[in-house]
């Protein structure tokens, strides 16, 4: 598929559109749950000051190709790019909010991913089940440690590797529409 046919190409109304590396096209649904949490998580991030580098959607550089643009980053206020993308080395904390189309993406390939590379914080945030699971000690093939916070149990400090805490509001994140 071309530049230009996939410019003229009409995705369905509330989809995210991403193009791999590969040449793959990823189509996945963008719910107003799914917004609306990582907007939460933008605000809990803004007593990390207003110039702290977080970002949504943006490519990060991992090795062998193996992008990624995760739902929420946060990155070392020293972080700097490398071209036009920061590298996996500078982030000290994503977090990715499942979709119903993400659940075993999310769960499962991103905690193995993220751990082999040595993200040292990873939460998955699951607006569907209403919880946050923190994954900490990154490993070569994910995490040591688990921690699963239902929503609407206070506040969750997180200590991020730089000495600043970003506190996710469990109280705050948004409960899906029946």
């Not at 991992?62 to 500078?90: M, T």
Request: with cysteine; net charge negative; hydrophobic share 35%.
């Amino acid at each position: 598929m071309s530049i230009d046919s996939i410019a003229r190409t009409e995705f369905p109304e509330g989809h995210v559109v991403f193009f791999g590396i590969d040449g793959k096209i990823i189509l996945t649904p963008q719910s107003f749950e799914h917004s609306s949490t990582i907007r939460s998580m933008h605000i809990d991030s803004l007593s990390l000051g207003r110039q702290a580098k977080v970002a949504s959607d943006v490519y990060i550089d991992f090795p062998a190709d193996e992008n990624s643009a995760p739902d929420l980053a946060i990155l070392r206020d020293d972080a700097h790019r490398e071209g036009k993308r920061y590298s996996f080395e500078d982030v000290l904390l994503i977090s990715e909010v499942v979709s119903t189309s993400s659940v075993r993406k999310d769960y499962d390939d991103c905690t193995a991913k993220y751990g082999r590379y040595g993200i040292p914080i990873y939460l998955v945030v699951d607006p569907y089940a209403q919880e946050v699971v923190l994954h900490t000690q990154p490993t070569g093939t994910g995490y040591i440690a688990a921690h699963t916070h239902k929503y609407g149990t206070g506040k969750l400090p997180i200590p991020l590797a730089d000495g600043r805490t970003f506190t996710l509001d469990l109280d705050e994140l948004p409960f899906p529409e029946d």
